[in-house]
């Protein structure tokens, strides 16, 4: 009798383990194109930004500011958007994020062709709205998967910011085939299918069947009180926002100092973002087997002794091509161990609220870079020293963040006993 009732109560718990099993790879496929999608709509203006500052007659600092416009409400929205998913689920938040973003991106080519710079940059803070689709692939995914094996599940999701990529390489050549209202109003398309695909095709994880939702406003109290909360959003803010800078003021930079046009310069952009975007996911996997924390030191001393060597402009592309490939893939590393961290940190209840938050640091991490870098421009020598010596000394402080965390066992059997 013993043995049937043991047999008994480990049916359920079969079942689960192969439903779950049977929806991981689909939904996290999915959700990673659906990142791809919004990645690619939030970074439209960063490939466009020479093109704008000729047009409107814009100096650096209003380029940057325009360029950096979307990421600010991209960052800070994550955080009621990555409380919303724990509540309402990541198909939905899906379905409604890409919405919504779709018609924005038809708004930015009507204002774009205004040309006025005011009413653009306006139009540009509210296609921010479709970065925080970042925040609700957080939990939706981690929530397909087993502790072990969360790091691999946020680090292929995180992947979803090849959109960067995309946007850079494929936004000035579609403006170049199609005409600059042609190629929006395709992305446009793109954008709104994809949210149809998400209604249709996303299921979410069986773990949240039966659960009833809590208000947001508890969850947001306990996450903003713990330390380690805040210890990872000072972290990510620091290897994302470098990431999400350099994708967006990438072609700025390349065509101020290194005098590539748009596409030269946006293809070199997508190149250094598609390696961020292949280090991330391993980042992942590494820490799913060292651990985040020595994931995360590699990444900053590697970003930071290479922040310094780009500082000095080294003129021949076949030594700064290679030299900002090796950033990029350091930043990936950085954003895929970071974010284990925070999946492990995190009870699985309350992954989209406190991710919400670390990944809005993470977006505002973003959003400042592009406008020191345009403060700091050197015209006359035409240089960026000062802004590439800044990001070196906070990724100096990102690796003694590290030490302060001093986890490695910790965070991981709390995940372990939450999961």
């Not at 970071?338 to 609220?353: D, N």
Request: glycine share 12%; charged share 10%; aromatic share 12%.
């Amino acid at each position: 009798m013993g043995k049937t009732a043991a047999t008994s109560s480990t049916a359920p718990e079969n079942a689960l383990a192969q439903e779950m099993k049977a929806g991981q790879t689909r939904n996290l496929l999915l959700a990673t194109l659906a990142s791809t999608m919004g990645f690619w709509a939030w970074t439209i203006i960063g490939p466009l930004a020479k093109t704008y500052a000729a047009n409107m007659d814009l100096g650096a600092g209003q380029t940057s500011i325009l360029v950096a416009m979307p990421i600010l409400v991209g960052a800070v929205a994550r955080v009621p958007v990555g409380a919303m998913t724990d509540r309402y689920g990541g198909r939905l938040m899906f379905t409604v994020i890409l919405g919504v973003t779709a018609p924005l991106v038809l708004l930015t080519a009507v204002v774009g062709q205004m040309n006025n710079f005011g009413m653009l940059v306006f139009v540009a803070f509210f296609l921010g709205i479709a970065g925080t689709v970042f925040a609700i692939g957080i939990p939706f995914c981690s929530a397909w998967y087993e502790s072990h094996r969360k790091g691999f599940a946020t680090g292929v999701f995180g992947a979803g910011m090849v959109g960067t990529a995309v946007s850079a390489f494929f936004t000035p050549r579609l403006v170049a085939g199609l005409g600059y209202m042609g190629a929006h109003i395709l992305i446009a398309v793109l954008v709104a299918v994809m949210a149809v695909i998400c209604w249709l095709f996303l299921r979410e994880s069986p773990t949240r069947r039966g659960v009833e939702p809590t208000p947001m406003l508890p969850k947001l109290k306990v996450a903003f009180g713990l330390k380690e909360t805040w210890l990872l959003c000072f972290m990510y803010a620091i290897v994302f926002g470098a990431f999400v800078a350099f994708s967006n003021y990438l072609p700025t930079y390349l065509g101020n100092v290194y005098d590539f046009d748009a596409t030269g310069a946006g293809t070199r952009t997508a190149g250094f973002a598609a390696a961020a975007v292949v280090a991330r996911p391993i980042g992942g996997t590494l820490a799913d087997k060292v651990g985040p924390k020595l994931v995360s030191i590699a990444s900053y001393v590697g970003a930071a002794l290479l922040a310094v060597v780009v500082a000095f402009q080294p003129n021949a592309e076949h030594v700064y091509g290679p030299i900002f490939i090796l950033m990029a893939l350091f930043l990936g590393l950085g954003t895929g161990g970071v974010f284990a961290w925070v999946a492990r940190a995190s009870e699985p209840r309350t992954v989209g609220t406190v991710s919400g938050i670390i990944a809005a640091a993470g977006g505002l991490g973003g959003y400042f870079p592009p406008l020191v870098m345009g403060a700091t421009y050197n015209e006359a020598q035409n240089s960026y020293f000062v802004g590439l010596i800044l990001l070196a000394l906070f990724c100096v402080l990102g690796l003694i963040t590290c030490f302060i965390l001093r986890n490695g066992g910790r965070v991981d059997e709390r995940a372990a006993a939450s999961a």
